[in-house]
């Protein structure tokens, strides 16, 4: 079973910075898409950003888009999300999500991380 493990949640101030990180195996890293997304109890997943597997190709969320930044480490089977300027509105637990390319769904998922911003 493909594991991924998230990782750099926490509390921090509006306008402050996080960085997210989820580790895979090499079953992932080797040919997938990979994916953050976030939810608010009571409210559905939201995508958040995602990464070809070459790293080449990235997507974001309008809501994101100039703040956060997506990365990935394939030597060390890592994606990153690097949060900046972060608002009250981007708490929420953060889970990485990987899919194979050719899938159109992302079937393998991480158990989440709280991220927590202040006002």
């Known amino acids: 079973q493909a594991q991924l493990v998230e990782s750099g949640g926490g509390l921090v101030q509006a306008g402050g910075s996080l960085r997210l990180s989820c580790v895979g195996d090499?079953?992932?890293?080797?040919?997938?898409?990979m994916g953050w997304f976030r939810q608010v109890a009571g409210k559905e997943r939201e995508f958040v950003a995602s990464?070809?597997?070459?790293?080449?190709?990235?997507n974001y969320d309008d809501s994101v888009k100039g703040r956060f930044t997506i990365s990935r480490d394939n030597a060390k089977n890592t994606v990153y999300l690097q949060m900046n300027s972060l608002k009250a509105e981007d708490t929420a637990i953060y889970y990485c999500?990987?899919?194979?390319?050719?899938?159109?769904?992302?079937?393998?998922w991480g158990q989440g991380t709280q991220v927590t911003v202040s006002s």
């Open positions: 999500a990987a899919r194979a390319v050719g899938v159109s769904q992302y079937d393998v």
């Open positions: 090499g079953r992932i890293f080797s040919s997938h898409f």
């Open positions: 990464i070809s597997w070459t790293g080449i190709t990235t």
